[in-house]
């Protein structure tokens, strides 16, 4: 089953077209990759996909709603961890965790409950009395991802995730994404290749707004003639494929 | 619940800074003690405690425009909005979880000049109690403020605009520090185009019992309140479908 269908999706800022009639459908449970160089378009993607900026053309269905037509119904069953780690500075790692469970009016029980699980997941036992702003880089990613998993989400969207990360927070955060896999479906947007092929089980390259191709890392590979996942990047971005 | 929520995190936001705590609280009470001392070395109409404090309770509100200037601002900037954006908050909880938490903080501010004041020697009366309320539609003027410049300026510019810019403008324009008679011309007349001055007359009224003399006073509080609050809310929402 489709968790998301988008048909001809369009944003155009005065002269410049940001996405290009995307059209591609992602099944539920999978963790998809959208790659691309800056401005490829793939944040732009997310913020309309998650009804944070209106297409110009085009529609896009979440589990079956239009982010057009049903922006209330497609934000109920959605969760985004911007790129810009997205925190409140001031409270500490449980209070931002109870803010989230404030603002999708969880019962004292219920965001209990919730607060030990994503705990647990996420390793913030150590840090949850710490203030966020005080955190490390690594840290407040993770925050931020647990912050986007506690209303359950349906379809997580994480753009960027490990941009600015050092190695061994980036692996530290992939172990964290990959125990997610099956919980929910993941939309995940990253310049890094290695990235993506680690994590996805299907990737989207996109360029200039465009979509170039949608398939498998072994397919992507196959299609651009090289066993290298950095060298099909780059030969499918250049046009030298497809 | 959901707004409430919101609210909260807010009001921790700006209580957790120290330097809010200061000029928020603190700095209106120094100005309170320092202006009193000078009162009883050079006596001075406009500095007798009566006439002073309902001054320096609207001034000290200038700084509540910049606690929600503040955080908006910084909020804009740090992708936390975006975040709450996608969740089930609607625009009528941002704009109430980002005002509603600055007014008993606001009141706060006024509860301990009063405080204050009346250990300088100000009389107690039932004057005081009404002044407190009163306070209230000022403090939304001044929130509303904040609500506008957080929504188009960045956290930099709001320190600049709204720490320094609009604490000034507040001060020179409402009459608390010189008696704008003796000016008088024509920056007597742009004073009384603005709210301050009438805030403060307004207010000094209350305290007096005067309150025939609260008129026209309240109504030009309560127009700029309006006005600057339905201007904050245009522009909030400008900036919400922006992102």
């Not at chain 1, 840290?139 to 912050?147: G, K, P, T």
């Not at chain 2, 995190?9 to 609280?25: M, S, T, V, W």
Request: with cysteine; aromatic share 8%; glycine share 8%.
């Amino acid at each position: 089953m489709n968790a998301i269908r988008i048909e001809g999706l369009t944003k155009r800022y005065r002269d410049v077209v940001a996405v290009d009639e995307l059209s591609l459908c992602i099944e539920e449970g999978e963790l998809f990759s959208l790659l691309g160089v800056n401005g490829a378009g793939k944040t732009t993607t997310i913020k309309m996909l998650s009804c944070l900026t209106r297409p110009t053309g085009g529609d896009a269905f979440l589990n079956g709603k239009s982010i057009c037509k049903d922006a209330a119904a497609v934000k109920s069953m959605i969760a985004v961890s911007p790129q810009e780690t997205a925190v409140a500075p001031g409270l500490s790692v449980r209070e931002n965790l109870e803010l989230i469970c404030g603002v999708h009016g969880f019962t004292k029980e219920k965001k209990n409950a919730k607060i030990a699980e994503l705990t647990e997941l996420l390793g913030l036992k150590s840090v949850i009395k710490k203030k966020a702003g005080k955190l490390s880089g690594g840290w407040q990613r993770r925050l931020s991802i647990a912050m986007a998993l506690i209303s359950e989400p349906k379809i997580l969207f994480l753009d960027e995730p490990t941009l600015g990360l050092d190695v061994l927070a980036r692996s530290d955060l992939w172990d964290m994404i990959r125990s997610l896999k099956g919980k929910a479906t993941i939309v995940l947007t990253t310049h890094y290749m290695e990235e993506a092929e680690a994590l996805s089980d299907r990737i989207a390259i996109m360029k200039d707004g465009r979509l170039l191709i949608c398939d498998t890392t072994d397919g992507i590979k196959d299609v651009a003639g090289t066993d290298n996942f950095e060298q099909a990047f780059i030969r499918i971005v250049k046009g030298a494929a497809i | 619940m959901k707004m409430r929520a919101f609210a909260n995190r807010n009001a921790k936001e700006i209580l957790r800074d120290p330097l809010n705590l200061f000029f928020g609280l603190g700095f209106p009470l120094v100005l309170i003690l320092l202006l009193s001392a000078i009162q009883a070395n050079i006596p001075v109409a406009l500095f007798e405690i009566q006439h002073l404090t309902p001054g320096i309770t609207v001034f000290g509100l200038s700084f509540m425009t910049l606690f929600s200037a503040t955080v908006i601002a910084k909020d804009r900037g740090s992708s936390l909005l975006q975040r709450l954006y996608t969740t089930p908050l609607t625009p009528t909880d941002f704009i109430l979880g980002y005002t509603l938490p600055i007014i008993p903080i606001a009141i706060a501010q006024c509860v301990i000049c009063y405080i204050a004041a009346i250990i300088l020697g100000l009389k107690i009366t039932v004057g005081i109690l009404y002044a407190i309320v009163f306070i209230i539609p000022v403090s939304f003027l001044y929130i509303a403020l904040g609500l506008l410049c957080g929504s188009v300026l960045t956290d930099k510019q709001v320190g600049g605009i709204c720490g320094a810019l609009l604490t000034n403008l507040s001060a020179w324009l409402s009459g608390v520090w010189f008696d704008l008679e003796l000016v008088g011309g024509a920056f007597k007349k742009i004073a009384y185009a603005f709210p301050f001055v009438h805030a403060v007359n307004m207010e000094r009224a209350v305290l007096a019992g005067d309150f025939a003399d609260v008129f026209p006073h309240i109504w030009w509080v309560l127009g700029y309140s309006a006005a600057a609050f339905a201007l904050a809310v245009i522009l909030f929402l400008r900036q919400m479908k922006k992102q």
